[in-house]
């Protein structure tokens, strides 16, 4: 490569068996050189990621609600952790999944609210191997654009899963495990591990044994194995680029190095049974994954990613913010005023980890604007009374702009029964994967518009 040459946008630094995608930079632009970027302070079209967070149990939705409409209302008490970001989301209310319903096929909401979150299509009952439900919109939109990427998509979650077995009144365990579906038979497992999910994105081969124990005999970051080609890489950049990439370099230095005291942790806490790496506290685990997904869109190694806080019917207490009960079993409170406030603390506890991930992603320059206005980000459940069983005006919010296709700063009041699908469409045009219908759509959802 001479100082002439245009950089690539998938360009990649390479050594013993590891890779890393670069973040967007000045010398990428079009008709930019490494020489001419050097001086220029330029805008860089950058490509819209897509990502969807969902939590189960549903929320105590009083307290999840905001007062007024449009640009003027009042943050509600759940989401009031969000108020720094308030011009970076919508609160989009009255949409519905109706599929998450009963069918003539009784009880199992639950599993019902993991499985149509983001298909929008009804499961087939069965603890056995017919499974069968829709393909989920991640996977719409990885099929359309995930040959632009070395990852088409990235499943990410914190909950063991398994895809065998009964967990919810006869729904197979599948569907209370995954809410990304490749095809309507075929869940995408999600990784829980971030060691793991580490290396899945920066192409560690992980079928060589002999190179993966030597990488930890060494303890050689995947930073020290691209460093001489790294080296040279900043020696042609301009001063501006020269700074991203320190940056950039530095946060996946800080996470190789969460992820290895977190590993170190297991051998204080031999009564966990853990996997190598994976995290003993809740938060920091969330916080990883989130980091995980902040990196992935920075490289652009993919554009879609979900996330799945907890599995469906999830019965984990929240002692960090001094819940000890299961939260599946507060969830039927039956308007018990402890049990509700009890999930309000887990409901406000979820949402400012959620902050956490928009303040990593707000924090990082792209183009004329930042990473955040790049993406679309999708948190929500797909219960909202989980008491009872309503999957109906859900708790949903939309962050990020869309790469400036989205009017943010709102509560959107949907008219009831909106089909949630009808927001993916959507989001599906501004990823660049146009599809006609999904699940239960009956069209766009025009208001993003503004």
């Not at 632009?148 to 914190?158: A, D, I, N, Y």
Request: some cysteine; glycine content about 10%; charged content about 25%.
């Amino acid at each position: 490569m001479t100082v002439s040459t245009q950089l690539q946008r998938r360009t990649f630094l390479k050594g013993l068996g590891a890779s890393m995608a670069l973040p967007m930079l000045e010398c990428m632009q079009p008709g930019l050189t490494l020489s001419t970027a050097a001086a220029a302070e330029t805008a860089t079209a950058a490509p819209v990621r897509m990502a969807f967070v969902f939590f189960p149990n549903g929320a105590i939705m009083p307290n999840w609600k905001p007062e007024g409409e449009g640009t003027d209302y009042t943050l509600s008490h759940t989401l009031e952790p969000l108020k720094d970001f308030r011009g970076d989301f919508n609160v989009i209310s009255g949409l519905a999944q109706d599929n998450g319903r009963a069918k003539g096929d009784g009880p199992g909401d639950h599993a019902r609210c993991a499985s149509t979150y983001l298909t929008g299509a009804h499961p087939v009952k069965t603890s056995g191997a017919n499974i069968k439900v829709g393909i989920s919109v991640d996977q719409m939109a990885a099929a359309e654009i995930g040959k632009q990427t070395r990852l088409p998509s990235l499943e990410l979650g914190v909950d063991r899963g398994r895809n065998a077995g009964n967990c919810d009144s006869g729904y197979s365990c599948a569907y209370s495990s995954n809410v990304s579906w490749k095809t309507a038979t075929t869940p995408m497992a999600k990784e829980i591990n971030p060691r793991l999910a580490f290396e899945r994105l920066f192409g560690v081969n992980q079928k060589d044994e002999k190179k993966r124990l030597r990488r930890e005999l060494y303890r050689k970051s995947i930073l020290d194995l691209v460093r001489a080609d790294a080296q040279q890489l900043k020696n042609r950049l301009g001063a501006t680029d020269r700074q991203k990439i320190d940056e950039y370099f530095t946060s996946v230095r800080e996470i190789e190095q969460r992820i290895a005291r977190s590993a170190a942790k297991r051998h204080e806490v031999p009564e966990f049974d853990i996997p190598e790496g994976m995290p003993r506290e809740q938060t920091e685990h969330i916080r990883l994954m989130y980091d995980l997904m902040v990196l992935a869109f920075q490289t652009d190694t993919t554009r879609v990613s979900t996330f799945m806080l907890a599995n469906a019917g999830a019965n984990r207490s929240y002692s960090m913010v001094g819940v000890k009960d299961g939260w599946h079993s507060l969830s039927h409170h039956r308007n018990d005023e402890k049990k509700m406030a009890d999930i309000t603390k887990i409901d406000r506890f979820l949402v400012e980890q959620f902050g956490y991930f928009l303040g990593k992603l707000k924090a990082i320059k792209e183009g004329e604007g930042t990473l955040l206005d790049n993406c679309m980000l999708m948190y929500g459940s797909g219960l909202s009374d989980a008491n009872r069983h309503n999957h109906d005006d859900l708790p949903i919010l939309l962050a990020g702009k869309g790469g400036g296709t989205i009017e943010t700063g709102r509560h959107i009041k949907m008219e009831s029964e909106t089909p949630l699908n009808n927001l993916f469409l959507s989001m599906l045009d501004r990823a660049g994967a146009k599809v006609d219908s999904i699940g239960d759509s009956k069209g766009r959802l025009a208001a993003l518009d503004g």
